[in-house]
């Protein structure tokens, strides 16, 4: 079984708030890569596992791309982000995510913000 089948597998076992979080290794779109090249197959795997387990993609704001290459020609990409089941954006309908300042690594730490106020 390859991992989006894993990852549907599991949340399709349990009602829950679901958060799916962190460096998913594949982008959605052409524009989420640059110097890099972009896999259509992947990219629709990666499609179908957020649709057919009814996932939001959250808005990121920050920088645009997460993980950063200076060596070989620049390479960016955006491979972080955090993917919520509709119980989450329920609870959380102001929720937000920004990619923040890389020190340390070739990724931007990402974060989450809840909130239960409505979106404006």
Request: net charge positive.
């Amino acid at each position: 079984m390859r991992t989006w089948e894993k990852l549907a597998h599991i949340k399709s076992s349990r009602v829950a708030i679901w958060i799916f979080a962190g460096d998913f290794n594949a982008v959605r779109r052409r524009y989420e890569r640059v110097n890099s090249r972009f896999c259509r197959i992947s990219a629709d795997d990666f499609n179908d596992f957020i649709f057919s387990c009814a996932l939001h993609d959250l808005r990121m704001g920050g920088y645009k791309f997460t993980y950063f290459r200076p060596e070989d020609g620049g390479k960016l990409s955006k491979l972080d982000r955090f993917l919520v089941c509709d119980n989450f954006m329920e609870c959380f309908p102001g929720s937000s995510v920004t990619a923040l300042a890389r020190e340390f690594s070739d990724h931007c730490p990402i974060m989450l913000k809840t909130s239960c106020e409505e979106a404006i």
